[in-house]
């Protein structure tokens, strides 16, 4: 069975500091991954999501980026965190067309 | 561009009862639409995935309705019990392959 794994579960970083999330998925080739954020009081947003290795696409212009450099392995990083960057990061895979599967996700606390 | 969105933000009612989440988004060009629960501090977990194609899908005390023409889903839980309190959201993609926009979702709270 599939299965996909997001860490850390928790994180309190300093403003400006460097960020790196990572998430892996075991049981299936060739997912669909998707990285999302949610703030407090919002929605679900999508920030990125990754068709293949190296194909990446953004939706909302920020400070993050993200990278997936094997099959089932991506990552959300940042050079200087922002305090606007605080949020519960959500990893998820999908096979392409049907249910999305989500990793148990990061609070993240800039401060 | 598509915007899902979620009434009641919160529903309280007593074990036992049936209730009805409601979902409606902008863009009736949808390709599914899928329910999630979320409880405190964890991720999603999916629920139930109507096909554009399909009316409604049922698991277990679950039943998902979609009407494309209206824009509309709902959610009917029977029989509630407190381990239903959670927070649902409804997600939808507009093209095969594509993310999942959500709604900011309902929180529900079943009380004993």
């Known amino acids: 069975s599939q299965t996909i794994h997001q860490w850390p579960a928790t994180l309190v970083q300093p403003v400006g500091s460097p960020l790196s999330l990572e998430c892996t998925v075991e049981?299936?080739?060739?997912?669909?991954l998707y990285w999302y954020r949610q703030a407090a009081g919002r929605g679900l947003q999508l920030l990125f999501y990754s068709v293949g290795i190296g194909q990446i696409s953004s939706e909302v212009p920020q400070n993050l980026s993200a990278s997936r450099p094997q099959d089932r392995q991506f990552i959300l990083s940042s050079k200087k965190l922002l305090l606007s960057d605080s949020g519960f990061y959500l990893c998820?895979?999908?096979?392409?067309?049907?249910?999305?599967?989500f990793g148990s996700g990061t609070q993240l606390s800039v401060l | 561009k598509q915007e899902v969105t979620q009434i009641p933000a919160a529903l309280s009612v007593p074990e036992g009862e049936n209730l009805v989440l409601n979902c409606s988004f902008t863009?009736?060009?949808?390709?599914?639409l899928q329910w999630f629960r979320q409880d405190p501090g964890k991720g999603l977990t999916s629920l139930l995935l109507?096909?554009?194609?399909?009316r409604e899908q049922t698991s277990g005390r679950l039943n998902a309705s979609l009407d494309k023409s209206s824009g509309r889903s709902t959610l009917y839980i029977a029989a509630s019990q407190p381990g239903d309190s959670a927070t649902y959201l409804c997600a939808v993609s507009n093209q095969a392959g594509t993310a999942l926009i959500f709604g900011k979702g309902t929180t529900l709270s079943v009380s004993s």
């Open positions: 049981g299936t080739s060739n997912p669909n």
């Open positions: 863009d009736s060009a949808i390709y599914n």
């Open positions: 109507i096909q554009s194609s399909q």
């Open positions: 998820a895979w999908s096979p392409g067309y049907e249910k999305l599967f």
